[in-house]
């Protein structure tokens, strides 16, 4: 039978079950002044910063709004303008309702992911994350502004433009070399969807007759005929583009020793959030001009 020493019945609980330390008096931060203070005069400098801006700046204004007249392009704000690049790449519900609401509750849920407790509330608080947020960032834009590039077919030009020797290549003269045929499927995103042949049956699936039988529960019958190519290119490539690519940039990460932690996946997954969501606002922005189509730069709604 064990028997307690009496130096094992003299050790307060605190110290037998260890927790966590409290933080000393000097490494603390008080709301007022500390907090308070800083945030008023960053404030300060950020509305005396606009009213100068404001003052230097002219405004980009066009004429009065006219309802008979839609302007080309017509744009959302600046802040919506990264879903409304989004619109031009997957279905409307996909990247106007369901992508933010996702992005949202992933971004809430980072510290129920990342439960440690060293470091909390310091930003780039562990030993690789200047090169892991630099990688992020790099990775987010590029990856963006390449996918982004493919389905506006810019590739295309540029195949055309190398196989015949000119930056302006002339569909119409002699030995015009073109993008292969046999590569149509590969033109853009939509092409999947329209210069593949699919069956009849695959562009009319009778769900509403088929499956969801709502005229057996006393119900009006649903007419619903889904389109399996159009599924597969706005909703199924996209979605499998957005969850499956930051999945391979952390598992890349991790196999070559860049990302070790939780904290280390986590700052390499916002890194390339938001250069994704810079460069989407960025392009939305500058780079779509008529019918909002991808040109070098513009910065102008457009014309009337």
């Given amino acids: 039978m064990a028997v307690a020493t009496p130096a094992a019945q003299a050790q307060p609980a605190s110290q037998a079950v260890r927790g966590r330390q409290r933080r000393q008096r000097e490494e603390e931060l008080l709301v007022w002044p500390d907090l308070v203070f800083v945030e008023f005069i960053s404030a300060v400098v950020f509305t005396i910063t606009f009213t100068i801006l404001a003052y230097m700046v002219d405004a980009l204004l066009l004429d009065r709004a006219d309802p008979a007249v839609t302007p080309n392009p017509s744009k959302a704000p600046w802040y919506f303008l990264n879903l409304q690049e989004l619109l031009l790449h997957m279905h409307p519900a996909l990247a106007g309702v369901i992508v933010p609401t996702v992005a949202l509750i992933a971004l809430g849920a980072i510290p129920y992911f990342d439960t440690d407790n060293e470091g909390q509330g310091e930003w780039l608080s562990t030993a690789r994350a200047w090169p892991i947020t630099a990688v992020g960032a790099v990775v987010g834009a590029a990856g963006t502004t390449l996918l982004i590039l493919y389905d506006a077919g810019k590739h295309v030009q540029v195949y055309e433009m190398i196989a ?21 499927w590969a033109t853009n995103l939509r092409a999947i969807q329209n210069d593949i042949s699919w069956p009849e049956e695959l562009t009319r699936v009778p769900l509403g007759s088929k499956v969801l039988r709502t005229d057996l529960l006393g119900l009006p019958a649903i007419d619903l005929d889904v ?7 706005e909703q199924i490539i996209p979605v499998t583009m957005m969850i499956g690519l930051p999945l391979l ?3 890349v990460a991790a196999r070559v020793g860049l990302a070790r932690t939780k904290r280390d996946h986590m700052i390499l997954q916002f890194s390339g959030f938001i250069a994704t969501f810079l460069t989407l606002t960025i392009i939305g922005t500058y780079f779509r001009g008529a019918g909002l189509e991808l040109v070098p730069y513009t910065i102008f709604v457009g014309d009337h």
């Fill in 164 to 184: 015949n020797g000119t930056w302006s290549p002339d569909p119409d003269a002699p030995g015009f070399v073109g993008w292969p045929s046999w590569l149509g």
């Fill in 249 to 251: 940039l952390s598992f």
């Fill in 227 to 233: 389109n399996l190519p159009a599924v597969l290119v």
